[in-house]
């Protein structure tokens, strides 16, 4: 398996390139049609590989990619990888070392706008498995492989609910695999387990009709400012906790064996704080660790607040309105909708008289994902990066969120991460990098994945 690898890494990589050319941002519309180019690559890419069905999917957006592989046993299991093939704009350009779109090689490294997040990490797993074939002598995988690469999870994934519902049934799967998350480092390889969940509100209060002069009617009438800086300084309570109604009720909290798990990373909270914008103090809900909180923690942040005078000099009114933009990120088991009514009536019990309240949400926000680390298909994919990397595999989740909470809900199997992204890969920013050597041992690991699939999920 190895050996394949690694006399065919050369073309790998030149694959790799070309596709890393075509400037796909999906943010921007002036690069739709670099999109579309994106997708019929990977097409031709794949049925080059040998993928008996490979077709581009439209959608109202931008196109995604499926691809099938049968299994010779019908009855085999079947897992669908799920990965994106547009990428983050480019700006500030100016801080690029090279062009972002002409993927270059600096050591061990590969610098390019989608190097890691996520066209390297996808097309890893089109080596791994003429891999598996190769070395196994089989002309088809141990377990039917299907394969649906996005074109819009950069821009929040608008169309891809619409686009799972109306294939639900060529998509159906026994496990989903991910390829678009990191490892803890180079040396230290990892799984996540699991990404927070999303919701989003913007507050505003409303007081008179008018600015008014604070002389004549400041301290006789209500302030909305004051009411908002009363509503968002009792979000949380002395120990960190959030102070909604219900909030903690549906969270699937930490088990010890998770608690120990994270305890073994090689955690380093002082340099933890200085990537974090020189922070000067951890801090969050009582009784966890920073890990943990970023990890397995719901929170509520306050992201802006507004209202009255804030040009230069003075002006002494009472304002007639005040707003903030507050985020919740979501662990397993939380509801975004749920949490949204829970602010409400939060803001309804608290807000003084002759204040009006209004809510607003952004969107529907994004379910928490969560794969249980003593899960079949978690310890299969374990077992094949532990045979890749030849040491033990710990675990991790990540703080952020994206779309693999709709995949599992609405296509009913459950996520497993393979991936070998790294946190120092400078995903979304200037210089986007991928560890070469890396992406080898990603293509390792999914080449031992469908045996450990086929054998765990049966």
């Not at 790998?12 to 999109?35: Q, R, T, Y």
């Not at 009855?75 to 669908?80: G, K, N, R, S, Y």
């Given at each position: 398996?190895?050996?394949?690898?690694?006399?065919?890494?050369?073309?790998?990589f030149?694959?790799?390139?070309?596709?890393?050319a075509i400037?796909s941002?999906?943010?921007?519309?002036?690069?739709?049609?670099?999109?579309?180019?994106?997708?019929?690559?990977?097409?031709?890419h794949?049925?080059?590989?040998?993928?008996?069905?490979?077709?581009?999917?439209?959608?109202?957006?931008?196109p995604?990619?499926?691809?099938e592989w049968?299994?010779?046993?019908?009855?085999?299991?079947?897992?669908?990888?799920?990965?994106?093939?547009?990428?983050q704009?480019?700006?500030?350009l100016?801080?690029?070392?090279?062009?972002?779109?002409?993927?270059?090689?600096?050591?061990?490294q590969?610098?390019?706008?989608?190097?890691?997040?996520?066209?390297?990490?996808?097309?890893?797993?089109?080596?791994?498995?003429?891999a598996?074939?190769?070395?196994?002598?089989?002309?088809?995988?141990?377990?039917?492989?299907?394969?649906?690469?996005?074109?819009?999870?950069?821009?929040?994934?608008?169309?891809?609910?619409?686009?799972?519902?109306?294939?639900?049934?060529?998509?159906?799967?026994?496990v989903?695999?991910?390829?678009?998350?990191?490892m803890w480092?180079a040396?230290?390889?990892?799984?996540?387990?699991g990404?927070?969940?999303?919701?989003?509100?913007?507050?505003?209060?409303?007081?008179?009709?008018?600015?008014?002069?604070?002389?004549?009617?400041?301290?006789a009438?209500?302030?909305?400012?004051?009411?908002?800086?009363?509503?968002?300084?009792?979000?949380?309570?002395?120990?960190?906790?959030?102070?909604?109604?219900?909030?903690?009720?549906?969270?699937?909290?930490?088990?010890d064996?998770?608690?120990?798990?994270?305890?073994?990373?090689?955690f380093?909270?002082?340099?933890?704080?200085?990537?974090a914008?020189?922070?000067?103090?951890?801090?969050g809900?009582?009784?966890?660790?920073?890990?943990?909180?970023?990890?397995?923690?719901?929170?509520?942040?306050?992201?802006?607040?507004?209202?009255g005078?804030?040009?230069?000099?003075?002006k002494?009114?009472?304002?007639?309105?005040?707003?903030?933009?507050?985020?919740?990120?979501?662990?397993?088991?939380?509801?975004?909708?749920?949490?949204?009514?829970?602010?409400?009536?939060?803001?309804?019990?608290?807000?003084?008289?002759?204040?009006?309240?209004?809510v607003?949400?952004?969107?529907?926000?994004?379910?928490?994902?969560?794969?249980?680390?003593?899960?079949?298909?978690?310890?299969?994919?374990?077992?094949?990066?532990?045979?890749?990397?030849?040491?033990?595999?710990?675990?991790?989740?990540?703080?952020?969120?994206?779309?693999?909470?709709?995949?599992?809900?609405?296509l009913g199997?459950?996520?497993?991460?393979?991936?070998?992204?790294?946190?120092?890969?400078?995903?979304?920013?200037?210089?986007?990098?991928?560890?070469m050597?890396?992406?080898?041992?990603?293509?390792?690991?999914?080449?031992?994945?469908?045996d450990e699939?086929?054998?765990?999920?049966?």
């Amino acid at each position: 398996m190895r050996a394949y690898i690694e006399a065919n890494a050369a073309g790998f990589f030149a694959d790799l390139k070309e596709w890393l050319a075509i400037p796909s941002v999906s943010g921007n519309p002036a690069h739709a049609d670099d999109v579309r180019r994106s997708a019929a690559w990977l097409a031709g890419h794949l049925r080059g590989v040998g993928f008996p069905t490979v077709e581009v999917w439209e959608t109202p957006g931008l196109p995604a990619v499926f691809a099938e592989w049968p299994a010779e046993d019908s009855d085999a299991p079947v897992a669908l990888i799920y990965g994106h093939h547009d990428v983050q704009p480019v700006e500030p350009l100016e801080e690029w070392e090279t062009d972002p779109f002409r993927p270059v090689e600096r050591g061990e490294q590969l610098i390019g706008r989608g190097a890691s997040d996520d066209k390297g990490q996808v097309l890893f797993h089109s080596l791994g498995l003429r891999a598996a074939l190769a070395a196994s002598g089989r002309t088809a995988p141990p377990v039917t492989v299907k394969m649906l690469i996005e074109g819009e999870e950069e821009s929040g994934s608008p169309n891809l609910p619409d686009l799972l519902r109306r294939n639900a049934q060529r998509l159906a799967c026994d496990v989903i695999v991910i390829s678009d998350t990191t490892m803890w480092a180079a040396d230290v390889p990892s799984m996540c387990t699991g990404m927070r969940g999303l919701t989003e509100v913007e507050l505003s209060l409303y007081g008179p009709d008018t600015d008014l002069h604070s002389g004549s009617f400041g301290g006789a009438v209500p302030n909305p400012l004051h009411a908002m800086a009363s509503l968002l300084a009792g979000l949380h309570d002395e120990n960190g906790r959030v102070a909604l109604p219900g909030f903690y009720d549906d969270v699937i909290g930490l088990t010890d064996e998770e608690r120990r798990l994270f305890a073994r990373l090689p955690f380093d909270e002082a340099e933890w704080l200085r990537t974090a914008g020189n922070s000067r103090a951890a801090w969050g809900e009582a009784g966890y660790t920073t890990l943990e909180r970023v990890w397995a923690r719901p929170t509520a942040e306050v992201n802006g607040m507004w209202g009255g005078h804030t040009g230069p000099g003075g002006k002494t009114i009472v304002p007639r309105e005040a707003h903030a933009k507050i985020s919740f990120r979501l662990v397993a088991g939380q509801d975004p909708e749920k949490v949204r009514r829970s602010f409400e009536q939060y803001v309804a019990e608290r807000t003084p008289p002759g204040i009006r309240a209004e809510v607003r949400a952004h969107s529907d926000g994004f379910r928490a994902c969560f794969s249980p680390i003593d899960s079949p298909a978690v310890q299969a994919a374990r077992r094949a990066m532990e045979r890749a990397f030849g040491t033990e595999v710990l675990f991790t989740r990540e703080g952020g969120s994206g779309p693999e909470a709709e995949l599992t809900e609405i296509l009913g199997a459950p996520l497993v991460f393979v991936a070998v992204g790294l946190d120092s890969d400078r995903i979304h920013a200037p210089n986007e990098k991928v560890e070469m050597p890396l992406l080898l041992k990603g293509a390792e690991s999914a080449a031992y994945l469908w045996d450990e699939l086929a054998a765990a999920l049966r």
